[in-house]
């Protein structure tokens, strides 16, 4: 029998492990899905709002063991409470947004003819969750593919195990059925199975793009549509008229916080050539007053990486772009917690360049490279210059000149004046090798069912 384990970063210790459904089980599990979906999709849309909306305080009843359960998982500081602002926010939006967005389309309503589009649920939508934010990046889907009357089959990274039982414990408790909230433990060629054997009508993946690339290849010729999150190697850019201590702020936060382990973490930074050596100064300072050491102390502000091989991918970044020349500002005598695996002392990089991978592979943790340019045309160019586009930032008090830079930048959001932030009135999508399809706002609903047009001609 095949065990998914979680080795928790704070000791190495195994913190939780799960039997693994072999394929005949999952098909089960599926096939249960797909029966109650129907009854599911029937019931008042204003009925499903509720139950959703019941599981989510559910979970905000379940707080602490939340957010130790997260500490031990991977690794996030229980100071910072958990992600119930994000997770909340994003829920009750899509409820508020429910009714409108999936009201049909209506083009004609006459005497002579009846027209419209009507959304349908796509059926049991196969959620696969990332670790770095599970609550977050799994309510993105849960809550508009249920609310929208789609059964939920969910597998939670094995970083996190733990947290999709507790999402489908807290909306079982809350009164959503269980074949319609699976949640469900896998081994990678189990998913690959099903998805080849057309098992689910829509997958949400959020991972990584070699992931993403291994979902595009088990859905090959089934049609089943799919939404990817993938990577991302997200931009700054601070201009001369920057409010540089907000932008310090701001962008470090970024940069560093679940030590750097976020989807639209800032992970390069171009500052404008006026601002450049005040902006590296305060960031240096910034970034100094961490205190790493473990995530179940009230006193620590940076926890462990979730697996001390996501760290040493940082490490190896860090080595190779000293060697071809990069200055690591950050003394490491102020974080001695720095223990050669999980535990990563935060570093800010200078005199990089685009040869060097900390300034074109994802490094997903806190490390971040700044470079200075002269022009809007430099920065741009620099900006672009990537196989992703999640986010970018910029930092301007021109709002014209924001939008008019935005309109150039292959990315999937344009921040001004803020960065790390998911908007759920905004769809959240990217382009190139960060993936496609998009998560909430209107459009998130959109994604999460199919148009089913309707065209009746009145007798007469």
Avoid at 129 to 153: D, R
Avoid at 199 to 217: C, K, L, M, P, W
Avoid at 343 to 363: C, F, G, K, N, W
Wanted: hydrophobic share 45%.
């Amino acid at each position: 029998m095949t065990m998914i384990r979680c080795v928790s970063p704070v000791d190495g210790s195994v913190y939780a492990e799960r039997p693994a459904l072999s394929l005949d089980e999952a098909k089960a599990v599926v096939a249960r899905a797909r029966k109650a979906q129907k009854a599911w999709a029937k019931r008042p849309l204003d009925e499903r709002i509720a139950l959703v909306l019941k599981g989510v305080a559910r979970l905000n009843e379940m707080g602490q063991e939340v957010v130790t359960e997260l500490a031990w998982q991977m690794g996030r500081p229980i100071k910072y409470g958990g992600e119930f602002k994000g997770f909340n926010e994003r829920s009750n939006y899509m409820a508020s947004i429910a009714n409108e967005a999936l009201a049909p389309l209506v083009i004609e309503d006459s005497a002579a003819f009846k027209r419209f589009i009507a959304r349908e649920p796509h059926g049991v939508v196969f959620v696969i969750a990332p670790w770095n934010y599970p609550y977050m990046t799994a309510i993105n889907s849960v809550a508009p593919a249920l609310i929208a009357g789609n059964a939920i089959v969910l597998k939670h990274a094995s970083q996190t195990l733990l947290t999709g039982e507790r999402l489908a414990r807290a909306f079982h408790e809350a009164g959503v059925p269980e074949e319609v909230f699976a949640n469900v433990f896998l081994d990678h060629e189990t998913s690959s199975r099903l998805i080849a054997a057309k098992q689910f009508d829509f997958i949400n993946f959020t991972g990584s793009v070699a992931g993403g690339q291994a979902i595009e290849r088990a859905a090959a010729g089934t049609f089943t549509g799919i939404g990817l999150e993938l990577g991302g190697k997200d931009p700054g850019y601070v201009m001369e008229d920057a409010d540089l201590d907000k932008a310090v702020d701001t962008l470090m936060d970024g940069a560093t916080f679940n030590s750097g382990q976020c989807c639209c973490g800032i992970e390069r930074i171009y500052v404008h050539e006026s601002l450049y050596n005040a902006f590296v100064e305060k960031s240096v300072a910034w970034v100094s007053n961490y205190r790493l050491g473990n995530p179940l102390d009230p006193e620590t502000s940076l926890g462990p990486m979730a697996h001390k091989r996501f760290a040493q991918v940082v490490r190896e970044q860090i080595t190779e772009a000293t060697a071809k020349g990069a200055r690591a500002l950050v003394d490491p005598k102020l974080f001695p917690q720095d223990d050669g695996g999980a535990y990563l002392a935060p570093q800010i990089l200078v005199d990089v360049d685009h040869s060097m991978t900390i300034m074109r592979e994802e490094t997903f943790g806190p490390a971040v490279g700044i470079m200075k340019v002269r022009d809007d045309a430099q920065a741009l160019a620099l900006m672009n210059d990537s196989k992703y586009g999640l986010t970018v930032s910029l930092w301007t008090g021109d709002a014209e000149r924001a939008a008019r830079l935005g309109a150039e930048l292959e990315t999937g959001t344009v921040f001004m004046n803020r960065a790390d932030y998911l908007d759920p009135a905004l769809c959240w999508t990217g382009v190139k090798e960060t993936g496609r399809g998009g998560s909430l706002s209107v459009i998130g609903f959109h994604n999460l069912t199919r148009p089913k047009s309707y065209h009746l001609k009145r007798a007469g």
